[in-house]
C-alpha cells in the first residue's frame, strides 16, 4: 500500500482500517492534456528516471486509494499499538483481512502497471526510453511484480508474508490463509455484498462476524501477534530497505511518481532528494500532492491512460489492453 496502500506505513505510511468506514468512491477518470503528455514523453526520452507508484496506480485493478483527489485520509489509520493492544484488535483484523484477502489477490495488473513494465523493458530496448533504475512501490499487492516490472522495491513491505512480532518467525500468507480457514470453515461464505477490498487487503464486517472469528497461533512460539509483513503507522520503514531505495534514485537523474500524494515523508522524502541535487521531478497522481515545490512537472489524470498516451508518443507499441505477462 503506499504510504498509501499499507495499514499504516508508519513514520512512513498511512493506510490502515482499525473500524468500519462506507464504500469508498473512486474519483471520475481524467485524461493528460496533450502538451502533458508530450513532456513525460520527452523526460522519459532525456533521463534516466526512478520510479515511485502509490496507491493511485492500482485504483484500476479494483484497490482504491484510501485519499481523495484533496489529500485528505477517508478512513483513519491502524497502528502498531492498536495492532498490539490486545486480542480483540487482531481478531478485528484478521477476522476482515481473511476475508479480504480472496478478493484482493484476484485483482489483475492494470494497463499502468503492464505500460510502466513495458517502459521499463521495450522502451529501454528500443532506444525510446533512455532508463529506468527500478520502481519504488508505496503499495502492497504485488501488481508491478505480476505486470512483468523488474526491479520492484517494496517499500512498505507485502501482503503475502506474515511474521510474529514475539519471535520473528515467518510464514507465507497462503499458510496462515489454510490455518484460519481450517479453525473457521464457515467464515469464507460471508456474503460480502458491494464492500470494497481497501489497499491494506481487508473489508469491513459487522461485529458479530468478527466477535465469532477465531485467530490462529504462531506454529513457532504460540504467539497470536501474526502481522502481514508490511510497515504500519507507527513503524519505521527497515533501514537497510531505505539505503536500497536510496541507491536506486541515486542511479537515476530525475523522479517520476505515479498515483502518490506524497502525503507521508517515506515516499516524499525521494521527491525531495531528486530536487535538491537538481534532477527533474514528474507527478503524475489525481488531485493534490505535496510536492508542489520540488515537481517540475505534475499532471493531474489518470496514471493508467497517461501512461498508454506516453507509450504512444514514444512508440513503444503497447496498448492499455495488452495481455498481463
Excluded at 502518490?260 to 500532492?289: D, E, I
Excluded at 506516453?310 to 512508440?315: M, P
Aim: glycine share 12%.
Amino acid at each position: 500500500m503506499s504510504a498509501e496502500g499499507v495499514p499504516g506505513a508508519g513514520g512512513s505510511g498511512d493506510q490502515g482500517v482499525p473500524e468500519l468506514a462506507p464504500v469508498v468512491t473512486l474519483p471520475p477518470p481524467v485524461e493528460a492534456a496533450p502538451q502533458e503528455v508530450e513532456a513525460l514523453a520527452r523526460l522519459l526520452e532525456r533521463h534516466r528516471l526512478a520510479v515511485v507508484t502509490g496507491a493511485g496506480m492500482s485504483t484500476a485493478s479494483g484497490i482504491p486509494d484510501y485519499r481523495g483527489p484533496d489529500g485528505v485520509r477517508r478512513v483513519q489509520p491502524m497502528t502498531i499499538g492498536d495492532f498490539r493492544a490486545g486480542p480483540e484488535s487482531r481478531r478485528r483484523y484478521w477476522a476482515r483481512a481473511f476475508v479480504g484477502w480472496e478478493r484482493f489477490t484476484g485483482a489483475q495488473p492494470n494497463a499502468g502497471h503492464r505500460l510502466l513494465a513495458a517502459l521499463q523493458t521495450e522502451g529501454v530496448v528500443s532506444g525510446a526510453v533512455a532508463g529506468i533504475t527500478g520502481v519504488i512501490t508505496q503499495n502492497v499487492d504485488g501488481l508491478h511484480q505480476r505486470a512483468g516490472s523488474p526491479d520492484v522495491l517494496e517499500l512498505h513491505g507485502t501482503l503475502s508474508a506474515i511474521v510474529c512480532l514475539v519471535c520473528g518467525a515467518a510464514e507465507s500468507r497462503e499458510s496462515i490463509q489454510a490455518r484460519l480457514a481450517a479453525a473457521n470453515p464457515h467464515h469464507r461464505d460471508i456474503v460480502l455484498g458491494g464492500a470494497q477490498v481497501r489497499p491494506d487487503g481487508d473489508v469491513a464486517l459487522d461485529e458479530e462476524t468478527v466477535a465469532a472469528f477465531r485467530t490462529v497461533e504462531c506454529l513457532v512460539c504460540g504467539s497470536d501477534e501474526l502481522k502481514p509483513d508490511v510497515v504500519y503507522f507507527g513503524e519505521n520503514v527497515p533501514k537497510p530497505r531505505v539505503a536500497d531505495a536510496y541507491a536506486m534514485v541515486d542511479a537515476a537523474d530525475g523522479l517520476l511518481v505515479l498515483g502518490s500524494s506524497l502525503k507521508v515523508m517515506s515516499g516524499y522524502r525521494f521527491a525531495r532528494h531528486v530536487h535538491r541535487a537538481g534532477g527533474p521531478v514528474a507527478v503524475v497522481t489525481r488531485g493534490w500532492h505535496r510536492a508542489d515545490r520540488e515537481a517540475s512537472l505534475t499532471i493531474d489524470a489518470m496514471v493508467d491512460t497517461t501512461l498508454a498516451a506516453v507509450a504512444d508518443v514514444l512508440g513503444v507499441g503497447i496498448r492499455p489492453d495488452a495481455a498481463p505477462r
